[in-house]
């Protein structure tokens, strides 16, 4: 990973989440993933954004007391700034075939609600870092067996490197691809580019549970995600889920340039989580 301006700061700060809404899994499946990501906050800062629900399962305070790296902020699901489209989400829901029986209508608004994350964490300097990012609080899953593995927990001590931190493009706003299947990757180019098609919500091309910007980048990725996602919903577009913003986001003419896609080939390491290696 490249795309180096020379910035020499090593520092940056992550954000992440957990709200008891019906996700993909049972909360007994994410407890060791979350166990896994907060022992292992020693090379970087974590802002952990929850509410009452949230804290009744997992006590994510007893993590913070004993790393001053982890700091906790309450924040009501009503408080969110994709609570005001509540009645275009729940619209939404009902056409979202490929997922509206497997999620809460909550969850696909919470996904979009990532770039606020971010920006709030970054704004309000929770922790004052040159970088900020988000990092979906499954990312570390720990698996060493089956068809797609992880790196083991071991070897992510001091996960990220700082020197992978510092060469990063402050211009720039780091994504994963998981398609490399550059036929499907130029088709994408084109529909996203004509308004008078729609891409297909069951094809993935961009991670969304992490990525990373320059403080400076900030709000200006929560302002124009916020406003591709409003033109989607207000035009009746089934938004499958912020992956189909982001792509858009990532492929449209006039907001491609600012975006580093990173891409990991190989069929060993699940490619959903390729930063775990990016930045070790």
């Given at each position: 990973?490249?795309?180096?301006?020379?910035?020499?700061?090593?520092?940056?700060?992550?954000?992440?989440?957990?709200?008891?809404?019906?996700?993909k899994f049972?909360?007994?499946?994410?407890?060791?993933?979350?166990?896994?990501?907060?022992?292992?906050?020693?090379?970087?800062?974590?802002?952990?954004?929850?509410?009452?629900?949230?804290?009744?399962?997992?006590?994510?305070?007893?993590?913070?007391?004993?790393?001053?790296?982890?700091?906790?902020?309450?924040?009501?699901?009503?408080?969110?700034?994709?609570?005001?489209?509540?009645?275009?989400?729940?619209?939404?829901?009902?056409?979202?075939?490929?997922?509206?029986?497997?999620?809460?209508?909550?969850?696909?608004?919470?996904?979009?609600?990532?770039?606020?994350?971010?920006?709030?964490?970054?704004?309000?300097?929770?922790?004052?870092?040159?970088?900020?990012?988000?990092?979906?609080?499954?990312?570390?899953?720990?698996?060493?067996?089956?068809?797609?593995?992880?790196?083991?927990?071991?070897?992510?001590?001091?996960?990220?490197?700082?020197?992978?931190?510092?060469?990063?493009?402050?211009?720039?706003?780091?994504?994963?691809?998981?398609?490399?299947?550059?036929?499907?990757?130029?088709?994408?180019?084109?529909?996203?580019?004509?308004?008078?098609?729609?891409?297909?919500?069951?094809?993935?091309?961009?991670?969304g549970g992490?990525?990373?910007?320059?403080?400076?980048?900030?709000?200006?990725?929560?302002?124009?995600?916020?406003?591709?996602?409003?033109?989607?919903?207000?035009?009746?577009?089934?938004?499958?889920?912020?992956?189909?913003?982001?792509?858009?986001?990532?492929?449209?003419?006039?907001?491609?340039?600012?975006?580093?896609?990173?891409?990991?080939?190989?069929a060993k390491?699940?490619?959903?989580?390729?930063?775990?290696?990016?930045?070790?």
């Amino acid at each position: 990973m490249s795309e180096s301006n020379g910035n020499g700061n090593g520092n940056i700060t992550f954000s992440t989440c957990w709200y008891q809404f019906k996700a993909k899994f049972d909360f007994s499946v994410y407890a060791p993933w979350i166990r896994n990501m907060l022992s292992n906050v020693r090379a970087y800062n974590l802002v952990i954004y929850t509410d009452d629900a949230g804290k009744a399962v997992f006590d994510f305070d007893a993590y913070a007391a004993v790393n001053p790296r982890i700091r906790v902020i309450m924040k009501p699901f009503e408080s969110f700034r994709n609570y005001a489209l509540k009645d275009m989400w729940i619209a939404n829901h009902s056409k979202n075939l490929l997922l509206n029986k497997w999620v809460d209508w909550r969850v696909n608004a919470l996904w979009s609600e990532k770039v606020h994350f971010v920006n709030e964490t970054a704004t309000r300097k929770y922790f004052d870092t040159e970088f900020y990012g988000w990092c979906d609080i499954g990312y570390f899953r720990g698996r060493t067996t089956g068809p797609l593995i992880d790196l083991p927990m071991s070897q992510l001590r001091g996960w990220p490197k700082p020197e992978k931190i510092a060469v990063l493009n402050t211009s720039k706003i780091y994504y994963g691809c998981v398609n490399n299947d550059w036929t499907q990757i130029d088709h994408c180019i084109r529909i996203v580019n004509d308004p008078k098609q729609t891409l297909n919500p069951g094809l993935n091309f961009i991670a969304g549970g992490f990525f990373m910007l320059h403080k400076t980048k900030a709000e200006w990725w929560a302002v124009t995600y916020d406003a591709k996602l409003h033109q989607h919903l207000s035009r009746g577009r089934t938004v499958k889920d912020d992956q189909q913003i982001i792509a858009d986001c990532v492929f449209s003419k006039d907001t491609q340039s600012h975006f580093h896609i990173c891409r990991e080939e190989g069929a060993k390491y699940d490619v959903w989580f390729l930063f775990q290696r990016a930045l070790m």
